[in-house]
Every structure is written in C-alpha cells, then in structure tokens.
C-alpha cells in the first residue's frame, strides 16, 4: 500500500511522521473522510472546503487544494479497491511538546483504506456524555476523537455501531461519526447546526435532496419518533431499527426507504454535487 505524506508516496511500511507532530502530542490537526468507488471519489470540493473551514478553526495555514487533490489521485492510482475510505489528515506539524506551535509547517497525509457497503439499517445506543454546543471546536472536523473513541466502544459493547450525544442543554445532537435525522407524522427532522453538531456533508445533501427541516429536538424525540436514520460519507443514508432498547417497528421505514433512493440515485448521478 502507498499513502501520501508531504510531497509524495511513501510506502505504508516505511513512512514515518515524526513523534513530536502536534496532531500527535496533542491532537492538534483535522481530517476529512471520503469514500471511494472505483478509484472516484464522491463530493471532493465539499471536502476540501469543509477542510480549509477547520484548518482556519484551528488557526492552520489554508490547505493547498490542488496539492491536495494531486495527493488523492496519486493514493487511489496507486491503491486499486472496488469501495474504500480515502483520508485526509492534515497537522499542526512537527513541534514542541506542550500547546504552542513549531515553526516547520503542517503535514499532510493521504492514505486510503479497503471498506465494504453497510446494512441497510443498524442499532444505535445514545450516552449519558454531551457535545458542548459552544466549545471552541464545535463544528471543525478535528484529530480530537477520544471522545468518540470511548462512546464508540461503548455502543460496540451493546450490540450498536453508533452513539448518541445531546448538546448541555439536553437536545438530540449528533453520533460519533454521523448525523442524526428523524421522522414524525411523515416528516423529517435533523438538529441544527446550532446543536453543537458537525455540518456533515451527506447531512447537506440529504437536507437538500429532501426538503429535511433544520429543528431543534429534544434527546427523547428518539423514543417517539416514527423513524430515525443516519447519514456519513460510508453510511450515505443508513436506517435504524433500534435505539437502546426500543425496536422500531419497520426499518428502514417508508420516509427513510425514499430518502436513501434519492440519495443514492442523485449521488449516483453527480460524484462532486
């Protein structure tokens, strides 16, 4: 396998990035997750904006986006897979070891996994931690996953593949690595972005592709809603059928059932939308 760090590829088994990399001492960095169907990539322009928005967030230099996609075309030439995860890793560089900053520039890192499609539905657990909606990394797409690592595995632990936040005013967020929508009296639902939750690409899109209302939920819509879905970059729109202990009745449900047709045929249609 080849991956790109810097200014070229590497090979996986002799790349190296240094231990003194802010995104490794202390997670300084931001990162994007794109999927890859036969060597092509799916909404790459949304990617690197939502790219360049975290590196300002963080206060990083813009990322070249021309590097940058040079960078992905040469990881996928180089790694042929049917469906893959293809990620952008992008740090604060090589520094000292407390919060302040080097002098060497960021590094960038592009490298690409093997994925497989999902289920047409999934079982999701919702935890007792909270996003904070005002914090200074809310809604940049950065390094900083501990957090999600530690709800992931507790999700993992019961049966789920997903987790749950509210925000610290106790209304429904995001998953650890998704969007949330749900469905009542016909009608879809997701937080706003004024949550405290990432503005997912697949989240616009679904947003947009399905006339979905931006609303404020409160965390226990979730025990009365008529469906709920999920949406990412490797889930695009993903059903459903339990949360915590409740089963839904049908999953994916009718409303659900559409947006994931819509989804697929207009993604299907436009690789860059």
Known sequence: MKIWLDDGLQDTETARVSV??????????????????????FALTRHL????????????????????????????????VPLG?????YTGGHGPLGSDRG?????????????????????????????????????????????NVV???????????????????????EGTGSNVFVVLDGE?????LASGCLAGITRALTVQWTGAKETDLPLDVLERADEVFLT????????????????????PGPVTAKAMRVFEERSGHDLDP
């Open 20 to 41: 003194f990399d802010h995104g490794l001492t202390v997670g300084d960095g931001i990162f994007e997750t794109l999927k890859a169907v036969d060597g092509r990539l």
């Open 49 to 80: 904006d939502r790219l360049t928005l975290s590196a300002r967030g963080l206060g990083l230099p813009d990322p070249d986006h021309d590097e940058v996609r040079r960078a992905c075309a040469a990881v996928l030439e180089a790694n042929p």
């Open 85 to 89: 995860r293809l990620r952008i890793t």
């Open 103 to 147: 002098e060497h520039g960021p590094t960038l890192v592009v490298a690409l996994g093997e994925s497989s499609p999902r289920p047409d539905s999934t079982a999701v657990i919702t935890v007792p931690w909270t996003r904070n909606e005002r914090g200074a990394l809310t809604g940049l797409k950065t390094t900083s996953y501990a957090e």
């Open 151 to 173: 709800a992931l595995a507790r999700a993992r632990a019961h049966g789920a593949s997903e987790a749950l936040f509210a925000n610290t005013v106790g209304q429904l967020c």
């Open 188 to 192: 879809i639902h997701t937080p706003p």
């Open 232 to 251: 990412s970059t490797l889930r695009d729109v993903q059903a459903v059928h339990r949360v915590d202990a409740r089963e839904l009745p049908v999953a």
